[in-house]
């Protein structure tokens, strides 16, 4: 399947929400990356819109636009949603914008719905199917097509407005190529997975950029037709607001939003739902919702009532094409994908940290419903395990409380206000504390002088190394206190050097008593010399500087 969404990599921080979002799970994790797997995606779009990072981008074809009007005329069919995303504007207002870029003309898309809802009635009247799905998403129609063939059947046999439409334009003028200018990413699938009627598929966000670029603006108009119920298509209900609901078998329903889409094949599937016509729409509020609306124009209630203002009470004054020219064959597409047994998906569960049903929390943090369904994806290559935040979460409680317990450090945690938060073992050792939790919560000044913590806050100057006697402990420490503005939490780092300091005091002791008891000595030896060299008549000098350098020697020590 052609790329037609695709990842900036350089945006993508890991969240998770593109996963958490999409309703079939056809996004693969990997390199701490989002990679959309193409063969499962539906292109719902949901991917695209909820991206926080604007990590998504859909495929440009702007530049194929151009090519086809370098071979001729080109003819824009413009999805009934543009009233939508652009305020105020009528089809001879787009018609006139588009014609400043190149286009031989342009038409309105609801032209096409007219003739598939003809269609629809049609299939209605002659009960051909118990139930019947409109075919107009082609979001829809891949979800149906790879993830619940057992519905397929019940899906109408019926082309899209859009391809509708651009058989029309092409019948009434022969050598014309089409460009379908919409809210919806899917319809570049559509287009290329039946050749032949639609060219070239632009998003409005393409189109918009591409006005911009040309210095092009949608003016605001007029245009009070009549004849153009159909307009009416892109809001929820919009399709069943245009047909003739008088058939007394089938009862008329209007699903939109995939999680409903899927309940309701669900529904189908399991034979709940009997003798129904179903407008379908994977975006909640239908095509006024559509992933490639311009995010600045996502206003649903406003946007449904310029489709409503917009739209005329009465059919298109235009013909219909002989049945067999609308069909439109559906065809199961499989999915190639590992399945993992219960041992496969036991083992990935305890590598999670997952021993037992309690531990599956099913939090989705993920981005997958479940843990089980993370599993799932972990076998297929789709996820890997530390994508489970709470796994990740006590991984590393686990190691950062494995060093606080174990180091001989006494480490003590605080908060702006100066409470305990956090105090180990060895912190307890040197204050004589009992327990931690006989503290934790308390203001640091029942334990210690909390001047040094506010003298750090304050100035934002850490303390390093400083030696410090606790007088109410009887200890000498080493402590180091770090506040970290981002966490808002002052820690404070403390190494008992009692003994060593203990060791010092005695080393001092020892010399200093050592270097009394030598000078002693000396003056004693001192004294002796010099009586006996002066009855020799010998100088002393020599032997002054020889136990001076002694004596010095030792006070160095």
């Known amino acids: 399947m052609a790329e037609y969404l695709k990842l900036k990599k350089s945006n993508c921080v890991n969240c998770y929400k593109c996963i958490r979002h999409c309703p079939v799970k056809s996004i693969k994790f990997s390199s701490d990356q989002a990679h959309i797997v193409s063969d499962e995606c539906i292109l719902c779009g949901q991917c695209f819109v909820v991206c926080p990072q604007n990590a998504k981008e859909v495929r440009g074809d702007v530049v194929k636009a151009l090519e086809l009007m370098k071979k001729g005329p080109v003819i824009a069919s413009v999805a009934p949603s543009f009233v939508a995303n652009y305020s105020g504007a009528t089809i001879a207002t787009m018609e006139a914008a588009l014609k400043k870029l190149g286009f031989a003309s342009a038409e309105e898309t609801a032209e096409g719905a007219s003739i598939v809802k003809k269609q629809y009635e049609k299939m209605v009247k002659d009960a051909r199917q118990d139930v019947i799905i409109s075919s107009c998403c082609h979001s829809v129609n891949l979800l149906i097509e790879k993830y619940h063939p057992e519905v397929l059947p019940y899906l109408a046999t019926v082309v ?206 993920c981005g997958y419903s479940t ?80 001047k040094v913590f506010l003298d750090v806050m304050q100035t934002g100057q850490a303390v390093r190394d400083e030696k410090v006697y606790l007088a109410e402990y009887k200890r000498y420490v080493e402590q180091s206190v770090i506040y970290d503005k981002g966490y808002r939490i002052v820690m404070c780092i403390m190494r008992d050097v009692t003994d060593e300091e203990r060791q010092r005091q005695r080393k001092e002791e020892i010399s200093h008593s050592t270097i009394e008891v030598t000078d002693n000595v000396i003056e004693k030896q001192m004294r002796v010399v010099q009586e006996i060299a002066s009855l020799l008549g010998e100088t002393t000098a020599e032997t002054k500087i020889a136990l001076t350098k002694l004596k010095d020697s030792l006070k160095d020590e």
């Open 160 to 365: 899209s407005p859009m391809q509708a439409h651009c058989r029309k334009i092409k019948a009434a003028n022969p050598g014309a190529s089409t460009v379908f200018i919409g809210p919806c990413i899917s319809k570049k699938a559509e287009a290329e997975a039946y050749p032949g009627d639609v060219d070239c598929v632009l998003t409005f966000e393409e189109l918009s950029e591409w006005l911009k670029q040309e210095g092009v603006t949608v003016e605001k108009g007029e245009d009070n037709l009549d004849e153009s119920r159909a307009r009416l298509f892109p809001t929820s209900g919009g399709i069943l607001r245009t047909m003739e609901q008088d058939s007394p078998e089938y009862s008329y329903l209007v699903v939109d939003g995939i999680d409903n889409c899927i309940q309701a094949l669900n529904d189908i599937k399991e034979g709940r739902l009997r003798k129904c016509f179903i407008e379908m729409s994977i975006c909640a509020g239908s095509c006024i919702g559509g992933p490639a609306m311009e995010h600045a124009q996502r206003r649903p209630v406003s946007d449904y009532i310029e489709v409503d203002r917009y739209a005329g009470r009465k059919d298109f004054a235009i013909p219909q094409p002989e049945e067999k020219e609308l069909v439109k064959d559906h065809k199961f597409i499989g999915l190639h994908r590992n399945m993992p047994g219960q041992n496969d998906i036991e083992e990935i569960l305890r590598k999670m940290g997952k021993n037992n049903p309690e531990q599956e929390l099913n939090c989705g943090a």
């Open 371 to 450: 843990c089980r369904e993370k599993a799932i994806a972990v076998y297929q290559g789709k996820a890997n395990i530390n994508m489970c935040l709470p796994f990740l979460k006590d991984k590393a409680e686990s190691f950062s409380d494995t060093i606080i317990n174990n180091t001989p450090n006494g480490i003590i945690v605080l908060n702006e206000q100066l409470e305990v938060q956090q105090i180990n073992a060895a912190a307890c050792h040197i204050m004589n504390i009992r327990y931690a939790s006989d503290v934790l919560g308390d203001q640091v000044i029942r334990i210690l002088d909390p």
